[in-house]
Each structure stands twice: as C-alpha cells, then as structure tokens.
C-alpha cells in the first residue's frame, strides 16, 4: 500500500486561531529549514525529559524527522525564537488489522514546554491532528503515551497492551522444544538491519502492528548516537535448519553489583518469524550464563513464555495499555475489518469532536467482513464513546468488561455477540513505541 504523505496537509486553522489571541503560532515546520527543524527537535527532548541533544544526535535525527509533518507552537516573547514551546509530528503508517491493513495517522512527540503547560496547546495541537487526518481522509489514528490519563478526551482508547516479563533464571529451568536452528552473534549494525528485515516480514500477522522505521531500528540496536547505553547493546539472530534467517533479539546485561553472577539480561526487542524461533530466543536469553533475572518488555499478551519454563511462576507478568487507536471514519475502519463470527447489532457513539458520532447499525457481510452504516431513528442496543470503540475494534477488549466497567451501555447479549464476532485468534499487539 503506497502511503499517503501528511506533509501535504497544512497546519488546522482552527486551532491556529484558538491559540493566536495568546500570541502563540501555530504553524508547520519546513524540515529543509535545519534550523528549524533542530529547534523542534531541541524541544521534543526537553518535553521527554532528555539532556540536550548534540549535534551529532540532531544530524542523525533529521533523516527521520524530514519524512513527518511537524507542527511547531511559537511563543513570540521566547528568547530562543527557533525553540517551539510545543511540538508534535506525524505520519501516515500502515496499521494491521484482522484481514488486511488501514493507513493511519501515526501521532508522535507531542510535548508542551513546562513553562506553557495547562493552557490548552495540547488539546489545540492534538484536536489539530485528528481534523487534519480526518479532512485528508486518513480513517484511524494512533499513538503510544506517556501516561494513560492524556489522550482519552480526544477520543483514543486503549487498543493493544503489552507484558513485561521479569524472570528469574534460576527458578524457570526450560520445558520447551528443542530448536533444529542455530544462533549467531550480530554486531550492531547488523542487528539493526536484521531487525528490519525481520519486523517488516511480520508486521502483518498481528494486528495493531504498524511499519517501523529505519531510525527505530538504529535506537533498538544501540548504533544511534541518542541512545544513552548504545554501546552495550548485544544482538543474536536465530537462522532455521534450512538457513533461513527467522529471528533476532537486541539485548543487554546490567551487571550486578552485589553478584557478578547474576546480571540482569534486558531484552531490547525480540522478533521470531516462527514460534521455534521465538522459543529459541527465549532459550538463549534464560540460558544465559552470569544472568540471575530476564527482563523484557513489550511482549503481547498471549507470549507463550510461561508455557516454555519449568517453572511457570519463575516469570512475572506485568501489564499496561501500549497502543491507542480512534477511529475517525466508522464505515471505513470496519470495512477493513474481518468478522469473526455473523453479527448485526445497533450501536449509539458519542463522539465529543464528531468524527464518529452516530447510530450505527453495525453487521457483518456474506464475505466475512463488517459492514456499518449510519441508522440514525433505530433504537441502539448499545452506547459506547468513540474511545471505547477504538478500543474494542482489534479485539483486544471485550465489549462485556466494558460493560461491567460502566463504559459500554446498554443490553448485554449485544454484548456479548459483538464480542464473538470481533474476537480474534491472536491478541492484538504493537510490537514498537512511537
Ligand atoms: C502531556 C502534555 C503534552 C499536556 O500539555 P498541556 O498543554 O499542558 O495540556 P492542555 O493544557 O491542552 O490540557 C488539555 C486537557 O488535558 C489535561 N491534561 C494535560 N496533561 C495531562 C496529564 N499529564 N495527565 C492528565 N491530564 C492531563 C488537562 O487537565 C486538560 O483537561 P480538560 O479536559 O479538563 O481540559 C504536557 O504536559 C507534556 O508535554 N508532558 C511531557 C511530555 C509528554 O508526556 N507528552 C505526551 C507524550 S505521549
């Protein structure tokens, strides 16, 4: 699918006339203006509480930072006039959904200045994003945030969560196969480009993934000059009993201070194209030697990791939300979609900035997919917000929690039919932070 360019969509003239009268300016950023663009990006690592970034680490930000559409606000009375006091950036990337994949506006480095904060340049920056996508047709947005209390009012909703795994060697032992492939150590350049090739060959089996990005890969694998421990940075690629490359794991030991023998082993990023490959991965991080604790992060919620140990409760789960989506174009997103079960249910969706507000009568069609057209005067059996909707559309919640949480409404057995037929085979997952 050839993806749309967002830097042809101009700055959103109502939130730039929301926040004109506080003498702030609203407006694109020319990634061919430099000095420009590393002024936003200056601003970007003070808002995620970075230190001030090199020239070095500028330079090699840029290449990425020129594909996306930039916004920048500008305070006048600033005295470093090429310093936004708040910033976000854009793009339009490939969404996997059950059956096929969406473009989607992929939303990133949104950050207020501290001294700015609280006086609603977020909300102008971010309802800013979802007209631009939504006037350039783009049907769904998307990002990943830093604390799951921002993006809810603008309509996004938890869609993927992700596992983080503490596991303690010692105890966990292995009961699973034994892989007929082989490892090979990767320095990290390589690393970075197996984990590429890699992502991009399975970015499509899980829905919720969404394309990566050659500077992504670069962070992952350490030999970005931003990453703080780069250096440290260890790769391994997983080759198949054919010789065919099926996975790569970037990873890193902490030493113990008290007890040399038992490092912690950070895993960075794990990709197995196969479930032998991920096994093999997994067997190689417990079995490390001077490891006492395995640490990963970003795992989907249905890892087999447990299931391969001796002893299941040598691993430690911890979930949190990762990926939100927000629908934009009803029609759309569940054309996109296929069913997992028949279904015709008539839903009530608020939507506070109107994208998706309507009734809806939501069914699926004789080839497997949903159809949803507007049934404005039929009575809903269900009332939900956009962001519930977002939330429910990849499967990864069920319509009946929601319920039992007070945030679906309406007749149970709706519920639970639009649960069947959204229900997925495996959970939904966004392998990578934006
Ligand atoms: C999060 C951040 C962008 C918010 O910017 P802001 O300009 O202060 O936000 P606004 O003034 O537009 O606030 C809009 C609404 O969000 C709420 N809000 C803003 N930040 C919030 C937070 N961190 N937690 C909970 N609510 C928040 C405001 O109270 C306001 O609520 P309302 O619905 O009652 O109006 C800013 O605090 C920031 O840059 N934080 C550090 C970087 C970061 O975490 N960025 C997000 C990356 S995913």
Redesign the pocket.
């Known amino acids: 699918m050839t993806q749309f360019d967002a830097r042809t969509v101009p700055a959103d003239q109502t939130s730039r006339a929301a926040l004109e009268p506080a003498g702030l300016d609203y407006r694109l950023v020319d990634a061919a203006d430099t000095t420009a663009l590393d002024g936003l990006s200056r601003a970007v690592a003070r808002?995620?509480l970075e230190s001030e970034p090199t020239e070095e680490v500028l330079l090699a930000g840029r290449p990425a930072q020129e594909t996306r559409r930039l916004v920048g606000v500008y305070d006048g009375e600033n005295p470093r006039v090429e310093m936004p006091v708040?910033t976000v950036g854009s793009w339009v990337a490939p969404l996997t959904v059950p059956g096929g994949e969406l473009p989607m506006w992929a939303v990133s480095e949104?950050?207020?200045a501290p001294t700015?904060?609280?006086?609603?340049?977020?909300?102008?920056m971010l309802e800013g994003e979802l007209r631009a996508a939504a006037g350039a047709g783009i049907p769904i947005a998307g990002?990943?945030?830093?604390?799951a209390?921002?993006y809810g009012?603008y309509g996004f909703g938890q869609a993927t969560w992700e596992t983080r795994w503490t596991v303690d060697t010692r105890r966990a032992g292995w009961a699973g196969p034994e892989p007929e492939g082989r490892l090979h150590p990767l320095d990290r350049e390589l690393l970075a480009a197996a984990l590429g090739e890699l992502h991009e060959r399975t970015r499509a089996s899980r829905a919720g993934d969404i394309a990566g990005w050659t500077r992504r890969w670069q962070q992952i694998a350490g030999t970005d000059p931003g990453e703080p421990h780069g250096r440290s940075v260890r790769g391994v690629r997983y080759v198949d009993a054919e010789g065919a490359l099926r996975g790569a794991l970037a990873y890193r030991v902490v030493e113990s201070e008290v007890d040399w023998t038992r490092s912690r082993l950070e895993i960075r990023h794990m990709i197995g194209e196969t479930a032998e490959a991920r096994a093999a991965l997994w067997r190689f991080a417990l079995q490390h030697d001077l490891v006492g604790t395995v640490e990963a992060g970003m795992r989907p919620a249905d890892d087999p990791l447990p299931w391969l140990l001796a002893d299941s409760r040598a691993a430690v789960p911890t979930v949190q939300d990762h990926g939100w989506l927000r629908i934009l174009d009803v029609p759309r997103v569940f054309a996109a979609r296929t069913a997992a079960a028949p279904l015709s249910v008539v839903l009530r969706v608020g939507d506070r900035l109107g994208f998706a507000e309507g009734v809806w009568r939501l069914e699926t069609t004789d080839d497997g997919r949903f159809r949803a057209t507007p049934a404005a005067g039929a009575e809903a059996e269900l009332e939900l917000g956009a962001g519930e909707l977002s939330s429910l559309y990849l499967g990864g919640v069920s319509a009946r929690s929601l319920a039992e949480a007070g945030r679906v409404r309406g007749d149970l057995a709706a519920a639970a039919r639009l649960d069947e037929a959204l229900r997925l085979e495996r959970a939904p997952h966004l392998s990578i932070m934006y």
Do not use: D, N, Y
């Open positions: 808002g995620f708040a949104v950050t207020v700015h904060r609280r006086r609603g340049i977020a909300r102008a990002l990943t945030a830093s604390e209390t921002i009012r």
